[in-house]
């Protein structure tokens, strides 16, 4: 719960940057902040990482080692760079995993020249066009974003930095001036941003509070742009890939095996074509039928043990609905074994259909060898 002195502050907007403390400054923010995109709340999340710099947590060694970071008397000077960090690895992740619209951008415009109404072809942030090709063939970079920051923050993403800086930090740039985060600035890309220490020393101290409050108004605006389930779990940087329930895990075991205690079983999509032979369940993967990237969950009814190759080549596609009746008989075999306390078919197909229409691209996989036909959407 964020404190009500958060929600009640009446903000001051006479006073000048030395008057205003802090709690006001954010104060103000949470309670006037109106997005047409997701660059300002995602732009002060990564203004929150400052919060490492005098704690182990978060862990933003990578920025002095750049040299990103200069404390001078009580002000602390951050180069651009070191917000562009987590800026990026947030935007990359989610256009990469989870396909969320990010803007109020109209998916259509009208031509004034055809005189009729046309879809959009450019993605709803140009953030994007960074996370694709032609751009990261051009650069020698991958599809799949950096795992951890430091990594991000390497000489090698320098060049998307610079670009993402460019063209992505002037609305929010602008908008955190007005409100004062830190000192004025006469604007371009090259001059660091000036906190006072007193207000990282507030970001420090309230850290968890103000991550919770941020994340609140950023899962509020997403949810009214997308029609895609669990978005307050997929706007963290990092979504965590937790285990099976207790009951979960050890239902799972009875009938697939452990690492520990295996059974030779088929892979469930391919029955063995693409592995040749049963395998033990120490070499089967756990496979969720409807992609994790779409529901961030880790549940028995919605697991299979699938091989290497199918594991990999699915990745987050949808089973095709030859294979998902499959899925949907085991279950109902599993709900004759007393294993589900919470399950119903209706749902996991709404589920089905719903990733179908809303985020699921391309192909069915369908567990053949994918030089055979699949079906389509």
């Not at 089973?319 to 008989?329: E, G, K």
Request: glycine residues 4%.
């Amino acid at each position: 719960m964020i404190p009500t002195i958060f929600l009640n502050e009446v903000s001051r907007y006479d006073m000048s940057i030395e008057e205003k403390t802090p709690l006001q400054i954010f104060s103000s923010y949470l309670e006037t902040a109106i997005f047409q995109s997701t660059y300002q709340p995602i732009f002060l999340k990564s203004i929150l990482f400052l919060t490492g710099y005098r704690n182990p947590k978060p862990d933003i060694k990578w920025g002095f080692d750049r040299k990103w970071i200069t404390e001078k008397g009580d002000v602390l000077e951050v180069k651009l760079d070191f917000f562009a960090v987590p800026f990026t690895k947030y935007y990359w992740d989610m256009f990469y995993n989870f396909k969320l619209k990010q803007s109020l951008a109209p998916d259509r415009y009208f031509d004034r020249s055809r005189k009729k109404w046309m879809p959009r072809q450019e993605d709803d942030l140009n953030i994007h066009e960074y996370f694709k090709n032609p751009y990261l063939r051009e650069h020698n970079l991958k599809e799949k974003p950096p795992i951890h920051l430091k990594e991000f923050s390497g000489k090698k993403y320098d060049p998307m930095r610079q670009k993402i800086i460019e063209k992505s930090f002037r609305e929010p740039l602008q908008a955190k001036g007005l409100k004062e985060f830190y000192k004025k600035r006469k604007g371009g890309v090259t001059e660091p941003l000036k906190f006072n220490i007193e207000m990282i020393n507030f970001m420090s101290k309230y850290n968890v509070i103000l991550e919770y409050a941020l994340n609140y108004k950023l899962t509020k605006y997403l949810e009214s742009i997308n029609d895609i389930p669990f978005i307050a779990e997929k706007i963290l940087i990092d979504v965590p890939r937790k285990p099976l329930s207790t009951d979960d895990g050890i239902n799972y075991a009875k009938e697939y095996g452990t690492k520990k205690e295996p059974k030779i079983i088929d892979c469930f999509y391919c029955k063995g074509e693409h592995c040749k032979d049963e395998l033990s369940s120490s070499e089967l993967a756990r496979d969720h039928v409807i992609p994790f990237n779409f529901r961030p969950r880790q549940e028995l009814h919605n697991s299979v043990p699938a091989c290497v190759n199918c594991n990999s080549s699915k990745h987050d596609r949808l089973p095709n609905p030859d294979l998902f009746n499959r899925v949907l008989d085991r279950n109902k075999q599993f709900e004759l074994k007393g294993y589900f306390k919470n399950y119903s078919e209706e749902e996991y197909k709404k589920l089905y259909k719903l990733c179908k229409e809303t985020y699921h691209s391309g192909e069915f996989f369908s567990g053949k060898s994918e030089s055979n036909e699949s079906a389509s959407i």
